[in-house]
Every structure is written in structure tokens, then in C-alpha cells.
């Protein structure tokens, strides 16, 4: 039985770079007309109670996003993802923390639309609750792998798609690759973000390989470490690898995350990467 709740982890540190990095690509999408389509592979709920039982029991957002919250000094790249989790609590009280399909929900303009792909009925229903009132959003129940290249190419040829699935199945690791292959040969001109967690850095070097050997062009990599690696610790840090990034995301994210280490940093040991897994 899988147990993954993203309640207990919404708002984490890994959450934090996720969705910066999605923000960020996000903003590059808005800067044509022509509609883009987002999909979430694997949506969660899509909004998170951090006063909650979860949230409270881990008090993982404690040292996420409650360290960038009051922050005065945010640099500029950062306020799209900040003005979001603004936009959805009372000043100065940080309440609710919103998921990738929140933070993508605010980015879409009229004429964008979503997909959303949600296994588990506890997390759907939550989901499709917060998006019923939403007409570019559609909620689906169902294995957001499987259902990915059914919806390839996108009518308008723009698409964002976000792949973050819990690991809880080691074979995800493998998934997430033939997944993005699959993808790729139907529309490879699609950006591609797979998030993965840094619990084993074996698998994650094996992941890298892989993506390497793949065939598939134009990928680069943004890991953040909280501490250094330590393989009996669990989760150490995490990061975003992205096909075909807009060609301006290198550079602000080479431009934030040092800022973004210092304020994550568990201790002297904490660490930021910026790498590229295939040329263009
Ligand atoms: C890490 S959470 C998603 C968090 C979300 N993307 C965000 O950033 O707010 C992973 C979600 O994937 C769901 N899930 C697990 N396997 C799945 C699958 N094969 N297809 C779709 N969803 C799946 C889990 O129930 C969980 O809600």
C-alpha cells in the first residue's frame, strides 16, 4: 500500500526550488500570445494546509518557504513565486501553501489551458474541489505516465509539462526517463521538467546517465542541497531537470540560487548545482 501524502512535505525545500524553477518557466511562456498548455503529471492536491495535522506533524515548511516568507531582501526573480503564496494568506500569516497546479493556475492567461493527472481519490478529489469553478483546468483521475503522450502534441505546439511523481515505487526512477522518451518522440520541441529528490546519489548519477544516452537534446539541471549527501539521512536535496529550457533560465537561476542556499542551508555543507546533462 503507498502512502504518499504531499501534505506532509508542501512547503519544503525541495517544494521551494520546484516551484521556482516552474515560475520561472511559466513567466517565459507568458511572453507570447499564442496560448501554452500546462500539464501536471502528477498534481497533488493542489493546495496545502499548513496549520493542518500533516504539515504540523513534519513542520517541513518551517524550513522552506517559512525562511524566504518575510524575507525583505528577495532578489527580483523570485517575487512572481512569493507573490503567489502572498496572494493566497492574510498578511503575515502563513496559512496555505499552493501546490505546481495553484502556481500554474495563476500563470495561465484566457486562452492557456491545463491537464491535470491525479492517481490516488483522496488527492483527486481535493484537487478537483479547488479547480471546479475552472474552465481551462481539467482534473483527470489516472497514471499521469501513462496518460502523457496520449495528449502529445499540444493544438498550439507550446506546452510545460511537470513530471513529479513520489519515488515511493523505485522503478520511478526508470519510469520518469521512458516517460519523457515517449513524450519527446511525439512533440520534442515540449519543455520537459522531471523533479527528483537527492535521498541516493548513485541513482541520481544513474538518472543523469541515462537521460545522457537517452538521444533527446537540450537538457540541463538545477540541484539544490540542503546539507550534503548522506544516504541514511533521507532527502538531502533535490533538483529540477529541464528539456528545452527557455534559453533565459539558465542565467536567473545561476542568478538565484546562491541566494536561495544561504537561506535553505541546513548547515556549512549546503550546496547549488547548475549543469548541463546534453548540449542543445
Ligand atoms: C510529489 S506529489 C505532487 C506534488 C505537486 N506536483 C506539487 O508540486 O504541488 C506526487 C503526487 O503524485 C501522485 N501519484 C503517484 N503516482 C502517480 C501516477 N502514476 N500518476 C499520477 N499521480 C500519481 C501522488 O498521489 C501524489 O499526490
Not at 538521444?215 to 540542503?226: A, C, D, H, P, T
Request: aromatic share 10%; hydrophobic share 40%; net charge negative.
Amino acid at each position: 500500500m503507498l502512502s504518499y501524502r504531499h501534505a506532509f512535505h508542501a512547503g519544503n525545500h525541495a517544494d521551494v526550488l520546484k516551484h521556482v524553477v516552474l515560475m520561472q518557466i511559466l513567466a517565459y511562456m507568458q511572453q507570447k500570445e499564442k496560448p501554452f498548455l500546462y500539464v501536471d503529471t502528477h498534481a497533488g492536491a493542489g493546495l496545502y494546509d499548513l496549520r493542518g495535522d500533516w504539515a504540523c506533524k513534519t513542520h517541513e515548511y518551517e524550513s522552506g518557504i517559512a525562511r524566504l516568507w518575510c524575507n525583505t531582501e528577495l532578489p527580483e526573480i523570485l517575487q512572481n513565486y512569493l507573490q503567489a503564496v502572498q496572494n493566497l494568506n492574510a498578511p503575515g500569516s502563513l496559512d496555505i501553501y499552493p501546490g505546481s497546479p495553484w502556481l500554474a493556475h495563476e500563470m495561465l492567461r484566457p486562452q492557456d489551458k491545463a491537464r491535470l493527472f491525479e492517481l490516488h481519490s483522496n488527492e483527486f478529489n481535493i484537487l478537483s474541489d479547488n479547480f471546479s469553478s475552472t474552465k481551462n483546468i481539467k482534473c483527470e483521475q489516472g497514471d499521469g505516465f501513462k496518460a502523457l503522450t496520449a495528449i502529445l502534441p499540444p493544438e498550439s505546439r507550446r506546452a510545460v509539462v511537470l513530471i513529479d511523481p513520489p519515488y515511493e515505487i523505485k522503478t520511478d526512477y526508470q519510469t520518469v526517463v521512458q516517460a519523457v522518451k515517449a513524450a519527446y518522440k511525439r512533440f520534442a520541441t515540449g519543455i520537459y521538467m522531471i523533479w527528483y529528490p537527492v535521498i541516493n546519489r548513485r541513482v541520481i548519477d544513474q538518472l543523469e546517465q541515462e537521460l545522457a544516452d537517452s538521444g533527446m537534446r537540450n537538457i540541463v539541471q538545477f540541484e539544490l542541497s540542503v546539507t550534503a549527501d548522506a544516504t541514511a539521512s533521507g532527502m538531502t536535496g533535490s533538483g529540477m531537470i529541464v528539456l528545452n529550457p527557455p534559453w533565459q533560465l539558465e542565467q536567473s537561476m545561476k542568478a538565484c540560487l546562491p541566494w536561495l542556499q544561504k537561506q535553505l542551508a541546513l548547515d556549512e555543507t549546503a550546496a547549488y548545482r547548475v549543469s548541463t546533462i546534453v548540449e542543445e
